[in-house]
């Protein structure tokens, strides 16, 4: 049984400019679709992204999502994937890693090696994360993520038009939320009734894999939950690096 919710109620505090920042997230989104299709929406489920497929969908917007199924997700965010798969209007694509070269990875490696070198972990989210997002990507002239400027110090210059793509892989990436703080998500979330994974109730603000996430405590780092046991300045997957090579020896970049 899903707990008794406590995120809305800790959390749902908008900015006075809420109105304003609303607005612009969806002024950005309907235009994405006349000025960078085709794009998608990448979700990883979190609050930020439930918000911004939300607004997808309120605004009737032709706007794919997909998610990452790394086959090591919490049972929590597998079972909102079914969820919104069943209600969303949007099309909900799931692309998963190559089977082969997980079991390969894990006779290599062992499962634990992520625990045992920055390195053993990037190469993880290589084959489980940046594999299927290759895939899920091709072709796109743009993605839209749910980065947030207050999420991490490595993401404190993110604009609601990201081109820094631009010269390595031909394309935008767009922030809609880039200026919400979390008071702003969690109001939107409450006045909308969005549905959301009920680990955020559970003080997880950021949900990856299950191996690579915990529940944090009060004062610590929105990410800090995510790959605890590295430095801080490590915290990225892989996936919105600030630079990342050509498609042929893309490495890591979250």
Not at 87 to 94: D, F, L, Q, R, Y
Not at 110 to 125: E, F, M, N, T, V
Not at 207 to 236: M, N, V
């Amino acid at each position: 049984m899903r707990p008794t919710p406590q995120a809305p109620e800790q959390h749902a505090r908008p900015s006075t400019d809420f109105a304003d920042k609303l607005a612009r997230s969806r002024a950005l989104l309907n235009a994405s679709v006349t000025d960078f299709s085709p794009l998608k929406q990448a979700s990883s489920l979190g609050a930020e992204d439930v918000v911004i497929t939300h607004l997808i969908n309120a605004l009737r917007l032709d706007i794919p999502v997909f998610v990452l199924d790394t086959g090591a997700l919490h049972h929590e965010t597998l079972a909102l994937l079914e969820r919104t798969q069943a209600h969303s209007g949007a099309s909900i694509e799931v692309y998963r890693p190559e089977h082969s070269a997980v079991i390969q990875w894990v006779r290599d490696h062992g499962q634990d090696a992520i625990y045992r070198s920055i390195d053993a972990r990037k190469a993880c989210c290589e084959v489980r994360k940046l594999e299927p997002l290759r895939r899920a990507l091709q072709g796109q002239r743009a993605w839209v993520t749910g980065l947030r400027r207050e999420q991490s110090s490595n993401r404190g210059a993110v604009e609601m038009i990201d081109k820094s793509e631009l010269t390595t892989h031909g394309r935008i990436k767009l922030n809609p939320l880039a200026e919400w703080n979390w008071g702003d998500v969690w109001h939107y979330i409450a006045t909308e009734g969005v549905d959301y994974n009920p680990l955020h109730d559970q003080f997880f603000p950021s949900i990856g894999c299950a191996p690579c996430t915990r529940a944090i405590s009060l004062g610590e780092d929105f990410r800090a939950g995510r790959w605890w046991w590295e430095d801080e300045a490590a915290k990225e997957c892989g996936l919105h690096a600030t630079h990342v090579p050509n498609q042929n020896s893309e490495k890591a970049p979250a």
